[in-house]
């Protein structure tokens, strides 16, 4: 009896609710959200998105805000998991009402919120997570943008620079086995083939591997002379060890991942290896760069340059809070869908990069802000990472 | 109390209804409908957890194996909700099957350690078998929930998971009031009881794993489509102990604990990020408090607290009972039964504890067995009992052969025992212990169970009645409701006996049921003997007390270094030299000794 | 032939600090049938406290001495509080979960210390590579498996000619019976987990300059540890051993054949096949059914 009751009680609900549709969306607030990793070994990223964003918020309130009110900042951490990510997305869309959202460190992560991002229809600007397919996604309309670098221009950057290196033309690709490293694979190799090579090993690894050489000797008895790598610095140390071991020193390129703190690990081994960036607090400052270290010295009493673990994310935070500051006054509405519109007809002159416009509705490559051209070599030199031309490295090129 | 359960379920049913007509956005649902989703699994590990006793640290493997499937089948088959929800049920209840396997040979934490190894085989497959699952990239562009191709808004979707928890709450309710839930509880305090009472433990423990894995398997179908993406860094390891956590935190082993754990621990990363950095060391410390503040988790902390208040009548109205008379009355043919052991022979190592022994129990009879400390008399009765394998001979009960049965079939045929070192189900009340002793004549099945049938509910009566009726045969009636491990010895012992003699066995082997009792306990003792012997069950018992055994055997056999000594009727068996020789080492003028003690 | 001696090396260097983790869990399980289930986070511990004091400008052998000791104290205070109170009843798990909040506790404090980041530990054994016969390794490498075979040994010895390690041998055969001896068993179970938590701290201090330190650095560790531990019997201190050296080799063979993600995945089947098969571990003791 009481089943049969509960069960045709509970029938009856789910029919009440059937008639329910989705809520109606309410205004959106003069607020940027961001989902990153704050905690867990990625830490740095979230931090280093944080001081980007506020200093920029900070600069345009000082200015009177957007649209006559001031911006906030909302930061969540997803510790690197991609339904926290996607749960923080949902927060800040739906609960905080932000006008949009920034992205994290992890591709993984990016790669989740493109559901939901599109679903909702909340403009995302990433500013790490260099992912290809997070923001390529197909989508139409597709609300993912991205003021950083993508993978599959990196490839080409890299498959470039390494080809300019390399004696014998042939090219291992090291990778670790994440969101990230496997996305890149497809990357790489599409960048080989555009100059009509090919890879002769790709090699993958994971989190926390303490040894390497199995990896390395494949690559090494594959004929390979120079080493494409998409790692975190943990493991690009051991890499760098493993191949101290066999005995083998080619010359690597990496993405930024190893561009935390593989020098301090690696010490002299990592002399010389060369990791991509868009921005560097490193070496000599130009004086709109040493304007804006000056005030992350006083902002966060950070003393050298090498304390920023992620420096592209500081500065791709800051380009990325000003266009979304600029297309919010051009649409003249805190609206997600016209703020949309509005990026596509974004100008500014940043710190990254010069942004004419910030976004092409007609490519969709064009959902990316930074082009290849922004892209910066920058190479390990006794424990720190200085932009290539400043160093012996980039002189003996 | 009798109506706490439905009160319960009712205002259960009235927050699910309520919820969405308060949430203020639709971030809010979403965040309940994934307590909902946490809510399935917990309450389906719940059964693993609090009933069977069996930990599980690799609950997120099942989870992932779900999730994997539900994506897969609607992606790529197209499939709808309910048709990946029962494609994910399949798959992971077959591995829960597997899983199950290892329980056979392996207990505590041998078995949470393959339970953790098996979440991280299917983590590193999800990597590894990229073409499938997307490696770790993950899969994405899972279909909105449909249903026959009719998209579900937001509420509709909600509505199917607040149904389906609701009933898996409520079935899982059933289920623990039922004979599954009671002999599950029973397989996890004493195996060997269990075996002894004819209770399928393997089964039990199959089953127990096939429904936290069904549960786990279509949580998470609907979490893959409450989420449209998944990856296989959502199932780790810490996610196998959150859900383990879930169950502990709101109380194993009760209704709406793991409900209640499910919820919290959704909630809780909410609330835990003001905490920054030191949100991971909170939950660690929150793990850490539950297990030394509350290891009966909150609902069975309550339930302690208020049992403590008001603790509910120890004794039960005898007259609810059934006069055992009824109750373990056999058909005429089948009363008299005989036990024929001949020629056992079982080693250990080099060691014979039993050789070329024969005993002959005849139908009605009360035989003892007897024998100095050593002489194999444990090892006879274990033997017949099933828990030994003999090198060679056989036995056999009315002319059916034992040898060769698992101990659990032989006491399905009619032969019933207790234990040396009393095994009771302690944490089990003295009447679910008699209940748990009545299971092997129940004959309802797990629908009938799950869905409180009336053939369920008139075999539960009969049960109950006869359980209490046992109760008074033994005079244990104002203990009834107490748990068993408080009883004193020897009212454990009578317990023991009455638990025996709910199966309605045709023979029953008592092991020294006389050890550390008083000499009224004794007395006591020997009329029940009487009593039971009346009922037309045939007894065997294994006793040392010469006075006990002179008083009621109708027939002595003597055991001595494995070998069967002497068989004869008690006074014969007084005067025998070789057994006198065997207790005291003496010649025969020690005999007057014997015949003064007796 | 060159890259089979690689993979054997390679293999035997990071078996060794299997072997010296199942070491611990021996240790521990002998005394108390319960073990630290983040018996990984000992090791961490130690190798995260060495990195400590370097920064805290101690003298590197003094401040690896210090981790040592520090994982022998935590070992102690752990067993007092959060595993004896659970071993009273036995077959509790209490212990498993506890040790795990514990364990989630202790990683949690390592990262705010360190971030997200590993730390290197200077060490000479990392300076530069030797080459045996073509493969290349680092002394320190090649000092681990050692050290772990001397451990062994050494715990044989004691075991045989001490009186500490007598009473061990007594403990862990029949808890009861040695009380009644007059074994002070509360005192040998805190010895074992001392003995045992001193071992996987200075394995972390060893294994450091080779997969540098971070928080994350002894959750797999540990857990393999205990596979392996399980695999070679728990009972038996060379079975764990061996099956330690013998696992790290395994690994590195599957990785240079198949592939590095194919490393977990064979690894723990073989562990739960094993178990199956021998329920008590390759060389473990049996125990005997008793009714």
């Known amino acids: ?397 | 109390m009798r109506y706490l359960a439905p009160v319960c379920f009712f205002i259960f049913a009235a927050i699910l209804v309520a919820v969405p007509l308060t949430a203020g956005n639709e971030y809010e649902l979403r965040l309940f409908m994934l307590f909902l989703i946490y809510g399935i699994i917990a309450v389906g590990l719940n059964v693993l957890v609090g009933l069977a006793g069996l930990v599980s640290l690799g609950q997120a493997g099942l989870f992932a194996l779900g999730s994997y499937s539900g994506a897969i089948l609607s992606t790529r088959l197209g499939f709808d909700i309910v048709g990946s929800c029962i494609g994910a049920a399949i798959i992971s209840g077959l591995f829960g099957v597997l899983l199950a396997y290892p329980t056979v040979r392996v207990r505590g934490v041998y078995l949470a350690v393959v339970t953790i190894a098996f979440g991280i085989i299917v983590e590193n497959v999800a990597i590894e078998w990229q073409s499938l699952t997307g490696g770790t990239t993950g899969l994405s562009s899972i279909p909105k929930p449909n249903i026959l191709g009719i998209r579900l808004s937001g509420f509709a979707f909600y509505g199917v998971l607040a149904v389906t928890l609701f009933v898996f709450t409520l079935l899982i309710h059933n289920l623990k009031i039922s004979r599954f839930g009671r002999t599950m509880l029973a397989v996890a305090q004493s195996e060997t009881a269990s075996r002894a009472l004819g209770i399928n433990s393997t089964g039990l423990r199959t089953l127990a794993f096939v429904i936290s894995a069904v549960t786990a398997g279509i949580a998470g179908t609907f979490y893959s489509f409450l989420n449209s993406y998944i990856s296989p860094d959502i199932f780790t390891f810490s996610d196998s102990v959150r859900f383990l956590l879930m169950v502990i935190l709101g109380g194993a082993g009760s209704t709406f604990g793991p409900v209640i754990g499910a919820y919290l621990l959704t909630y809780l990363p909410e609330y835990l990020q003001q905490f920054q950095l030191w949100q991971k060391f909170a939950y660690g410390a929150l793990l850490l408090v539950v297990m030394f503040a509350l290891p009966r988790g909150i609902v069975g902390t309550l339930q302690w607290a208020f049992n403590r208040l008001r603790p509910p009548a120890p004794a039960l109205a005898a007259t609810e009972g059934l006069p055992v008379e009824t109750t373990l009355r056999h058909e005429k043919k089948m009363l008299a039964a005989e036990l024929v052991a001949t020629a056992l022979t079982v080693r250990f190592g080099g060691l014979s504890a039993l050789s070329n022994a024969s005993l002959r129990v005849k139908g009605g009879e009360i035989h003892a067995l007897i024998g100095p400390n050593g002489a194999g008399k444990s090892t006879f009765v274990n033997t017949i009992s099933g828990f030994y394998r003999p090198d060679e001979g056989r036995c056999e009960l009315d002319g059916v052969e034992l040898t060769g049965r698992r101990s659990l079939d032989i006491a399905r045929l009619g032969l019933a025992r207790t234990f040396q070192n009393t095994e009771l189900f302690g944490e089990m009340s003295v009447l679910e212990n008699v209940m748990a002793g009545y299971d092997q004549r129940l004959t309802y099945g797990l629908t009938q169970a799950l869905l409180r049938t009336p053939k369920m509910r008139r075999e539960e009566r009969e049960c109950r009645q006869t359980a209490i009726g046992l109760l008074a045969f033994v005079g244990l009636s104002q203990y009834a409701n107490e748990e068993a491990r408080f009883l004193p010895f020897g009212l454990q012992r009578r317990l023991e006996i009455a638990r025996a003699l709910a199966g309605r066995p045709r023979l029953l082997l008592l092991d020294e049921p006389a050890a550390g009792l008083t000499t009224q306990e004794i007395d006591d003792l020997e009329a029940m003997v009487r009593r039971i012997a009346a009922l037309g069950v045939s007894i065997l018992l294994i006793e040392h007390h010469v006075d006990l055994i002179m008083a009621l055997a109708d027939h002595v056999t003597v055991l001595d270094y494995g070998q069967v000594i002497a068989s004869d009727n008690p006074t014969a068996i007084q005067d025998d030299p070789r057994v006198i020789e065997a207790y005291f080492g003496a010649p025969l003028d020690r005999a007057a000794a014997v015949g003064a003690g007796a | 032939m060159t890259t089979t001696i690689q993979y054997i090396l390679s293999g035997l260097a990071i078996g060794g600090i299997y072997a010296l983790v199942a070491l611990g869990f021996h240790i521990m399980w002998s005394a108390a049938r319960a073990v630290n289930f983040a018996h990984g986070d000992t090791l961490m511990l130690g190798a995260v406290l060495a990195v400590v004091g370097v920064d805290a400008e101690i003298p590197l052998p003094i401040a690896c001495l210090l981790g040592i000791i520090a994982g022998a104290v935590f070992g102690v205070l752990l067993e007092r509080f959060a595993i004896r109170p659970f071993t009273a009843t036995s077959n509790s798990i209490g212990w498993m979960l506890t040790t795990i909040a514990v364990g989630v506790m202790i990683e949690s404090l390592a990262t705010l210390q360190f971030g997200g980041f590993s730390r290197p530990l200077a060490s000479p054994g990392v300076k530069s590579a030797v080459h045996i016969l073509g493969a290349g390794v680092y002394p320190q490498e090649l000092a681990i498996p050692v050290f772990a075979l001397l451990v062994m040994f050494g715990l044989k010895l004691m075991q045989r000619h001490t009186l500490v390690g007598r009473a061990m041998q007594a403990v862990a055969h029949d808890k009861r019976a040695a009380a009644l001896m007059g074994i002070n068993v509360n005192r040998i179970v805190a010895f074992s987990f001392a003995l045992a938590s001193l071992l996987g701290a200075a394995a972390g201090v060893l294994v450091a300059p080779v997969i540098q330190v971070s928080a994350s650095m002894g959750a797999l560790l540990g857990l393999k540890g205990f596979a392996v531990a399980i695999i070679g019997g728990i009972t038996s201190a060379p079975g764990v051993v061996i099956s330690g050296l013998c696992f790290g080799i395994m690994e590195k063979f599957v990785e240079g054949y198949i592939s590095t993600a194919a490393r977990e995945i064979i690894g723990f089947s073989v562990m739960i096949l094993v178990l199956l098969a021998f329920p008590h571990g390759l060389f473990g003791k049996r125990e005997v059914l008793k009714v």
């Open chain 1, 1 to 397: 009896m009481f089943l049969q009751t509960m069960v045709r009680s509970s029938v009856a609900v789910a029919a009440v609710l059937g008639f329910f549709s989705t809520a109606a969306h309410a205004e959106q607030e003069p607020c940027i959200g961001n989902s990153a990793a704050t905690t867990g070994p990625a830490a740095f990223g979230g931090q280093s998105i944080k001081m980007g964003a506020e200093i920029a918020i900070d600069e345009i309130n000082a200015k009177g805000g957007v649209l006559g009110k001031p911006l906030r900042f909302v930061q969540y951490d997803d510790a690197g998991a991609p339904p926290r990510g996607v749960d923080n997305t949902r927060r800040v869309a739906l609960s905080d009402k932000c006008v949009a959202i920034l992205g994290g460190y992890h591709s993984t992560v990016a790669v989740a919120q493109a559901e939901p991002v599109n679903e909702i229809g909340i403009p995302y600007v990433g500013v790490l997570a260099a992912n290809t397919k997070a923001i390529e996604n197909g989508k139409t309309p597709n609300f993912m943008f991205r003021v950083s670098a993508k993978d599959k221009w990196v490839a080409r950057f890299l498959v470039e620079q390494a080809l300019k290196s390399s004696k014998t033309g042939k090219i291992a690709f090291l990778y670790e086995n994440t969101g990230w490293g496997n996305g890149a694979l497809p990357d790489v190799k599409d960048a080989m083939s555009k100059v009509g090579k090919e890879l002769v090993a790709a090699e993958t690894f994971n989190w926390a591997d303490q040894d390497m050489t199995p990896q390395i000797i494949r690559a090494r008895d594959a004929g390979a002379d120079l080493v494409l790598l998409w790692a975190l610095d943990r493991e690009g140390n051991q890499i760098l060890r493993s191949m101290d071991k066999v005995g083998w020193k080619p010359p690597i390129i990496g993405a930024w991942g190893i561009a935390g703190n593989l020098g301090e690990l690696a010490g002299p081994l990592a002399n010389g290896v060369e990791v991509i960036q868009t921005y560097t607090f490193m070496g000599s400052m130009d004086p709109k760069k040493q304007a804006f270290w000056d005030k992350l010295k006083a902002k966060y009493g950070i003393k050298d340059p090498s304390e920023i673990k992620m420096g592209s994310g500081v500065a791709n935070a800051y380009d990325a809070v000003y266009i979304i500051a600029k297309a919010i006054e051009k649409a003249g509405s805190y609206d997600w869908a016209k703020v949309r519109e509005a990026l596509y007809t974004v100008n500014y002159d940043g710190l990254v990069a010069s942004y004419e416009p910030a976004f092409d509705a007609k490519d969709p490559e064009r959902q990316d802000a930074i082009l290849p051209k922004y892209y910066k070599l920058t190479v390990w030199t006794d424990g720190k990472l200085l932009p290539l031309e400043q160093t012996s490295y980039g002189k003996s090129n």
